[in-house]
Each structure stands twice: as structure tokens, then as C-alpha cells.
């Protein structure tokens, strides 16, 4: 059972879901023997002891085990979601009575998720693995007198690096950021293979439709985009990619895509799935390309890919899908309301695969820990990057 002062500093929805949530965790514990094996070597040198820490990533089972490997090094470790619709209340319970303070909820409105993130800063954490900068941007803009505190910040999503670079130009990055987003055991599977594979089962799940013969949109050719285009493709979509990039561009045409306009490539695609990691990928005035019945969906980590606001109200046709009218008497089905669908409508990356991108979050807290990454960005070592990779190909039993 967790300490009675861990309950009563919490903010969750119900700690009677902890059975369900450690059931979660154990599963993804079982399943990431990298992460595992990493951090009985490395993460017990004291170099963590009585640090704060402050989690802030999608609020799972996979997320949970490595808040609690980081507890197991002596960090005093505090955990909220980085959206709120990702939030697993179960997993929430499981961790508080673990010993883990947690602030989140499923479902928590822009001015509750704000706050649950206010709350953990109030913590006063040194250490952030962040995810899309949601509690390093809270803390700059709302709460700048906690930046003082901050002794390096972890990021994991291309749209929080792009985030901490603006505030590097600005002058604000007074602190070390790592760039996890950038390890190579962190973009070239994550995003590919994990969050490629997972949006498209999760768009499929949630509408009960085929993909076979269907045409697909994919705008943005990004690590995301590429695996979401080859998935479509893998389960016999005909895609056509979006991408502003003419390298990008130039490469999903030898991918074996259609390349084309954003209004040509609305044209006919059944499926519509944005990957910029950006805002506005498909812009209000974009929505009148749309044909009759289009499935929307975001692969994205902005909640603002699609314009949501634009299509108006929609009424719920399947859980988590709902039905939007549009002039000339079309209709679009939207997954998730615009949120990340693989895990708003899912369970996220497969845990062998955030076995590699946790196993980066984890050594690049360890390393800022040392105290000698120099305040701005920085790059992942690339040394760290090699360590994961021989250790997983180990626990498959390959040899090189």
C-alpha cells in the first residue's frame, strides 16, 4: 500500500482501479527486458538518489514501470499524463498505492490537465522526462520561477523538441535538455514501427472497417508518416502522401506512394491521417476537399493536427468515433476527437517497442543527473545509443 502522504498528495480519479492498473504494469514489466537490464546496471550507481524527477509522458503501463525503475534508484519520483485523454486511471491507482505520487485524469478538461501539471511542478522536480515539453513549457510560461530548479529536461517527441528549440532561441533554455526524440533507438522504431503499426490498428478497431482496396491520406512523411503510409500500404491501402518537404516528398514517391496537392490527395482518400507532429496539417479551408464518409484520424502528438473546431458538433456513432456533417450533406467520422488515436484510442506502442524509447529516457536522466551536460540542447550520445541496441539484440539472441 502506498505511504498515507503519497495517497493524500495525489490527484486521481479513484484508487480502487489499482488492482486492474497492476496487472497493466506487470505485463509491460514482463516485456521489457532492455529497460530492465539497463537499469540494474546503470541506474543504481547513487547517481539518482533523493534527485526529484517529474514523469510526464503518456500516463500507461509502460510509462508507470519506468517511473517505478527510477523509484528503485532512489529518485523521489512524481508522474502526470502529457494528455489527458491518454490517461489510464487504473494505471494512476496502481502507481500511487505503489509509492508514486501522480497527478492526472482521464479525460481531465485543458484547465484540469493544466493544473494537474502545475501541481507537479509545484514539486519542484530537477529532473523532467518530458513529453512534447507539456510540463517544461508550463513551468517557463507559467511558472518561471521554478525554472531556477531544473537541473535537465529529457524530450521524446518531435513536437517538444521543436518546442525547446524555440526556447533556446529565445533565451530561455537556461537549462540541459536531451533530444531523446533524436537517439536512433528512439526515431528510427518509436515512431516508425511503433506508432505506425499502433495508429493503424487503433483507427481500424475503433471503425470495424477494412483497409484493403481503401485509399489513404497521409499527411506528413516523417518518421510517423513513413510507418503509418507503410502499414496503410501493408494491409492493402493505396496511399497518398502530403508532405511540404521535397526530399520527403521525393522519398515516398520511391516508397511506391502517390505523391500529390493536399486538395488532390482529399480528393478521394477514404482515410485521412495527419503525422506532422505540427498544428493545422488539415486546416479548416481544407475540409471542403473532403469526400463523403472520410474517416479522420491523428497520428500526431498535437491535439490540433486536424481542425476539430471547423467540422462543428458531432454526435458519438461508435465509441470514440463520432459523425460530423459538412456542407453539400457529406459526412466525416473523426477517432478520438483529433487526439493522438493509437493511444487515445489505444494502448500505445507496442511494449517492446517503448522498451528501446524508455530505455533512452531513462539513461538520458541518468546522464543529466551527472551534472555535466551543458545548459541547451543536446544530443543523445550516440555511445548510449549502441548500449541499447547490443543489449536488446541480446535479449533476442542475435550476435553481430
Known amino acids: 500500500m502506498a505511504a498515507p502522504d503519497v495517497a493524500l498528495r495525489s490527484s486521481i480519479a479513484d484508487p480502487g482501479l489499482a488492482d486492474e492498473g497492476d496487472r497493466r504494469i506487470d505485463w509491460a514489466a514482463r516485456h521489457s527486458p532492455v529497460l530492465t537490464a539497463l537499469a540494474r546496471e546503470r541506474l543504481g550507481d547513487?547517481?539518482?538518489?533523493?534527485?526529484?524527477v517529474a514523469v510526464v509522458v503518456h500516463l500507461e503501463a509502460k510509462t508507470a514501470y519506468l517511473a517505478l525503475l527510477l523509484a528503485e534508484a532512489g529518485a523521489h519520483?512524481?508522474?502526470?499524463?502529457?494528455?489527458?485523454r491518454s490517461t489510464q486511471d487504473e494505471v494512476a491507482a496502481a502507481l500511487v498505492r505503489r509509492g508514486v505520487e501522480v497527478h492526472a485524469h482521464h479525460d481531465a478538461s485543458p484547465e484540469e490537465f493544466t493544473a494537474d501539471l502545475l501541481a507537479v511542478a509545484e514539486t519542484g522536480p530537477e529532473l523532467?522526462?518530458?513529453?512534447?515539453?507539456e510540463l517544461t513549457r508550463r513551468i517557463l510560461d507559467l511558472r518561471p520561477?521554478?525554472?531556477?530548479?531544473?537541473?535537465?529536461v529529457t524530450e521524446e517527441t518531435t513536437t517538444g523538441v521543436a518546442r525547446l528549440r524555440a526556447f533556446e532561441a529565445e533565451g530561455r533554455l537556461t537549462f540541459p535538455a536531451i533530444l531523446a526524440n533524436n537517439a536512433r533507438c528512439k526515431h528510427m522504431f518509436d515512431n516508425p514501427y511503433g506508432t505506425g503499426q499502433t495508429s493503424l490498428q487503433a483507427i481500424l478497431r475503433l471503425t470495424n472497417l477494412s483497409a484493403a482496396g481503401k485509399r489513404f491520406c497521409v499527411i506528413g512523411y516523417g518518421w510517423v508518416g513513413q510507418g503509418v503510409a507503410a502499414r496503410a500500404a501493408g494491409y492493402g491501402?493505396?496511399?497518398t502522401v502530403v508532405e511540404l518537404d521535397p526530399v520527403q516528398a521525393l522519398r515516398a514517391l520511391m516508397d511506391g506512394h502517390r505523391v500529390a496537392p493536399l486538395d488532390e490527395a482529399l480528393a478521394d482518400a477514404e482515410f485521412v491521417i495527419t503525422a506532422t507532429g505540427g498544428t493545422d496539417a488539415l486546416p479548416a479551408e481544407a475540409l471542403s476537399f473532403l469526400r463523403d464518409k472520410v474517416v479522420l484520424a491523428n497520428a500526431g502528438h498535437?491535439?490540433?493536427?486536424?481542425?476539430?473546431?471547423a467540422l462543428g458538433p458531432g454526435e458519438e456513432v461508435r465509441p470514440k468515433v463520432t459523425r460530423h456533417d459538412l456542407p453539400g450533406g457529406r459526412r466525416a467520422y473523426l477517432c478520438v476527437g483529433g487526439s493522438?488515436?493509437?493511444?487515445?484510442?489505444g494502448d500505445g506502442n507496442p511494449v517492446e517497442i517503448m522498451d528501446l524509447s524508455f530505455s533512452v529516457q531513462a539513461l538520458s536522466v541518468h546522464h543529466l543527473a551527472g551534472g555535466k551536460v551543458p545548459a541547451g540542447t543536446n544530443a543523445f550520445p550516440d555511445e548510449l545509443d549502441r548500449v541499447i541496441a547490443r543489449t536488446k539484440l541480446q535479449t533476442l539472441g542475435v550476435r553481430i
Open 46 to 52: 547513487g547517481a539518482l538518489e533523493g534527485r526529484k
Open 340 to 345: 493522438l488515436v493509437n493511444i487515445a484510442g
Open 128 to 133: 523532467v522526462i518530458d513529453d512534447g515539453a
Open 237 to 239: 491501402g493505396r496511399v
Open 77 to 84: 519520483v512524481v508522474a502526470a499524463g502529457s494528455n489527458a
Open 145 to 152: 520561477d521554478l525554472a531556477p530548479g531544473l537541473r535537465g
Open 302 to 309: 498535437q491535439d490540433r493536427e486536424i481542425a476539430v473546431d
